[in-house]
């Protein structure tokens, strides 16, 4: 299995664009997480589905983030508009039977300037 | 609520050295606990868990932890640190129900280790 596939790598934009990181899980992984990583806050949740259902998406910051999962090898992470405080990077992880097995994927470097 | 607490940001240890990175959790029942390790630029990696039985887990790349109900706490140990260890190391506890086995883990700050020649 290749993993959890995570892309763009790294992503610069201008505040006030749109971003939208992917995220592929690993293929029958049924709990798919999706995680910033700053030096100040360390790692935080802010979303999480089970079956393609939101579980709880009370870690999104705000309005401007959005998260989907249309199918079970498919998820997005979408910043619309982007701030310079958004930076940071974003890590999707996917599991079988929740916290038991988490694989991360490599993450999304975003740098809003 | 679930927490978790890495009192050390930064450890140094000499290549050889025996090392001991702390965690203590906080949490209702027996929890779910694990380390992970980041290496810069990469993703969070799997080094070992914990769920229930033997309290000296074993894990990947010659660590093991041990989990202690009255202290709260699950240490990562290595009797010989290598070069290589150098890294981010992230303890984490499962969140939710049933002892944590469902749903989100919640990370520690981490504790960066370096390693000296």
């Known amino acids: 299995d290749a993993g959890v596939i995570q892309s763009p790598r790294h992503e610069v934009t201008e505040m006030g664009q749109e971003v939208t990181l992917r995220c592929k899980p690993i293929?029958?992984?049924?709990?798919l997480f999706w995680y910033r990583q700053t030096m100040m806050r360390g790692l935080e949740l802010l979303i999480y589905?089970?079956?393609?259902?939101?579980?709880?998406d009370s870690g999104m910051p705000e309005d401007r983030f959005s998260a989907k999962m249309p199918n079970a090898s498919f998820s997005t992470l979408k910043i619309q508009p982007s701030e310079p405080r958004d930076s940071a990077v974003y890590f999707c992880?996917?599991?079988?039977?929740?916290?038991?097995?988490?694989?991360f994927g490599s993450g999304t470097r975003l740098t809003v300037v | 609520a679930q927490s978790v607490t890495q009192p050390d940001i930064h450890i140094t240890v000499s290549e050889g050295a025996s090392l001991e990175l702390r965690c203590n959790y906080s949490y209702g029942a027996t929890p779910y606990l694990f380390w992970y390790v980041q290496s810069p630029g990469q993703g969070l990696q799997l080094l070992l868990k914990?769920?229930?039985?033997?309290?000296l887990v074993q894990g990947i790349k010659g660590f093991e932890a041990e989990f202690k109900r009255s202290q709260s706490s699950f240490n990562l140990r290595k009797p010989s640190v290598h070069w290589s260890d150098a890294a981010e190391y992230f303890c984490?506890?499962?969140?939710?129900?049933?002892?944590?086995?469902?749903?989100?883990?919640?990370f520690g700050k981490g504790t960066k280790l370096s390693v000296k020649p």
């Open positions: 293929s029958g992984h049924d709990y």
């Open positions: 984490a506890v499962g969140a939710g129900n049933y002892g944590g086995s469902q749903g989100n883990l919640i």
């Open positions: 992880a996917s599991s079988l039977r929740g916290a038991s097995s988490y694989t």
């Open positions: 589905f089970n079956n393609n259902v939101p579980i709880d």
């Open positions: 914990y769920f229930s039985g033997d309290t």
